[in-house]
């Protein structure tokens, strides 16, 4: 009989600490929710901002409101969301500039590992290594030899320090045992002209920025660096299977809470958005130039943070990457 009161009066707290969590989630969202967007309006971060959010003021009957907070290699805008209270009404959606930055700013207002909670991971995308159609090079393994024959005179297109193409870059060298000499670029159009025309030899860039001017004729791609052939490129062979055994890096975008925010409001905003974006419009969206959705659990998505912090931030160190100023 004592064992049984003990039990019943364990039963009693642990309600008593678990219910008015759960009664919150089974309410929330009760006022507007702020998704953060750490990206000005017009890119894929926005883009997918713009269809999660309309996807759950659809279900939610509360308006989402993206909210582009630009700046500062997007750390204003991770730091917005890692400050909020942890409530529900604030999400952050990002990129993997948010593992990169954590190894590229000595000094952030922030610490990534510790005041942001993964909620999901929505989609990954590869970068294409793009060519001149006429370069004398055909595939990765004659760009690495021409590297190695030549050391440093190779020029790869920079599109922005610390950026995901730009570190891209550095680990190719890096496994592949190459020099190549960096020439910058204040976006990706400058670059695919100047490679076009031959006045450097190698860019990574998204399959969205490089695959019109692979079917024009301007540019021939030789690697995705997804450790597998993307669905929508079959063509193109992965860099790891062109020699770089065990190299994979891709883009991909993250919802994010700040840290503390209840576990039952977590998983109902990952069922919620997992639920949204898997209908078929959403899907369309979302889902062209080789990005594969993955819809994460919070679990998967907050392993995947840890090993990309760890890997940029070794990068980042070996490579004595920078910020530009």
């Not at 309600?15 to 017009?42: C, E």
């Not at 952030?108 to 590869?126: G, N, Q, W």
């Not at 440093?152 to 190459?178: K, R, W």
């Not at 679990?299 to 100023?325: G, Y």
């Amino acid at each position: 009989m004592r064992a049984s009161i003990q039990l019943t009066a364990a039963a009693i707290v642990a309600a008593a600490v678990t219910w008015p969590v759960s009664g919150l989630a089974q309410s929330y969202p009760t006022k507007a929710v702020r998704l953060v967007v750490p990206f000005p309006p017009g890119g894929g971060v926005d883009a997918t901002a713009r269809v999660l959010g309309k996807k759950l003021t659809d279900q939610w009957s509360q308006q989402v409101i993206v909210d582009n907070r630009t700046g500062a290699g997007t750390t204003i805008g991770n730091e917005i969301a890692a400050k909020a209270a942890p409530d529900g009404y604030t999400l952050l959606l990002t990129n993997n500039a948010l593992a990169i930055s954590a190894g590229l700013y000595s000094k952030l207002r922030y610490d990534t590992a510790k005041e942001l909670l993964p909620v999901m991971e929505i989609l990954r995308s590869p970068f294409v290594m793009v060519i001149p159609a006429n370069s004398p090079m055909k595939s990765v393994q004659d760009l690495i030899a021409a590297a190695k024959a030549k050391p440093g005179e190779l020029t790869l297109a920079n599109t922005g320090v610390g950026s995901g193409p730009h570190l891209a870059g550095v680990l190719f060298a890096n496994m592949a045992g190459i020099k190549l000499n960096e020439i910058p670029y204040k976006g990706g159009g400058p670059a695919i002209v100047d490679l076009a025309a031959g006045r450097v030899n190698v860019l990574l860039t998204t399959p969205l920025a490089a695959m019109p001017h692979v079917q024009s004729g301007r540019l021939r791609a030789i690697g995705v660096t997804s450790a597998r052939r993307a669905a929508d490129l079959p063509s193109v062979p992965s860099l790891a299977e062109s020699g770089l055994s065990g190299y994979d890096v891709s883009t991909w975008y993250m919802l994010l809470a700040p840290t503390g925010t209840p576990k039952a409001l977590v998983t109902r905003v990952y069922n919620d958005a997992k639920a949204g974006l898997g209908q078929a419009d959403a899907v369309k969206a979302l889902s062209s130039g080789g990005t594969e959705l993955v819809f994460s659990t919070p679990e998967d998505s907050a392993k995947l943070l840890r090993a990309e912090l760890a890997r940029w931030a070794k990068v980042i160190r070996e490579a004595n990457v920078k910020p530009e100023n």
